[in-house]
């Protein structure tokens, strides 16, 4: 996943000068997606007027540590189609007094902050909006292709929208989707071995699968069933992921280690 490093925000604002304060030292890169957030984003910003015309099919929120949000909110034609834009938004706390700055140098803070986010990014600043909600400068991406949402976030690799919701509902951090919060999965410790022999005895029983799979020779009743299979695994996974506090230091690293090779196995490698 990739985040501002609080480097190349403090670099940003610097540059501003005395009408650009320097943001937090702590990690501050927020993202934003929640009912409140777009009202709030509406306060200040250069976006233009028709960028949330339309309601998302999916918006979920995520929270980092530190204070990092971001909301992430898909739209599209349907669950199956590919998503015809997903808009990232993301908060970054600051130490700008919006409230009390003159507009003339908040637009030149946003600005500079503009041109130093596309630079990093190499997103296309045409398709990026700067704002501010209460005292956060927001980042607003708005990505119109898979190759777009790759450059912010690159864990992303199908174009549908129900893999964007599903992966976005995954994240841990998540906190989230829908206006309803996300449900952490249980877990007894009792299962863990179990659950880890399951993934570790499905990776090769099932690489010819896999291999069929991403090519596209495999057949649709056979890919139903493999892809309800392969959901069956990553929910293992998910499960352990949000429970790692029950597992002691060997068991964690077995979990990683577990995890991906899985990961690998999943994608042919």
């Known amino acids: 996943m990739k985040r501002f490093l609080p480097a190349l925000l403090s670099a940003l604002l610097l540059a501003g000068g005395s009408s650009a304060p320097a943001a937090d030292e702590d990690d501050g890169f927020k993202p934003v997606f929640g009912e409140d957030s777009a009202s709030k984003e509406e306060t200040q910003s250069d976006k233009s007027p028709e960028q949330n015309s339309e309601p998302p099919l999916h918006s979920c929120t995520w929270e980092g540590k530190d204070g990092v949000r971001e909301d992430i909110r898909v739209f599209g034609s349907s669950e199956d189609a ?10 970054i706390p600051s130490d700008m007094d919006f409230q009390n700055t003159d507009e003339k140098d908040i637009q030149d803070y946003l600005a500079k902050s503009k041109a130093a986010v596309a630079d990093e990014t190499g997103f296309d600043p045409s398709l990026i909006t700067m704002g501010w909600a209460d005292n956060d400068l927001t980042i607003t991406f708005t990505c119109q292709t898979l190759e777009q949402l790759q450059k912010i976030h690159d864990f992303y690799y199908d174009d549908t929208v129900s893999f964007i919701y599903k992966t976005a509902y995954d994240m841990e ?3 989230a989707c829908d206006g309803q919060p996300e449900e952490r999965p249980k877990a007894d410790i009792k299962d863990f071995d179990k659950d880890m022999n399951t993934i570790q005895e499905w990776n090769p029983a099932n690489a010819a699968n896999i291999e069929s799979f991403w090519d596209g020779t495999m057949d649709p009743d056979s890919s139903t069933n493999f892809t309800n299979s392969m959901d069956e695994i990553g929910n293992l996974i998910w499960k352990w992921k949000y429970n790692t506090d029950l597992l002691d230091d060997q068991q964690k690293q077995t979990f990683e280690e577990v995890k991906k090779a899985s990961s690998y196995a999943l994608m042919g490698s």
């Not at 590919?82 to 908060?91: A, C, G, N």
């Open 82 to 91: 590919p998503f015809t834009k997903v808009e990232l938004i993301q908060y």
């Open 173 to 175: 951090g998540t906190t």
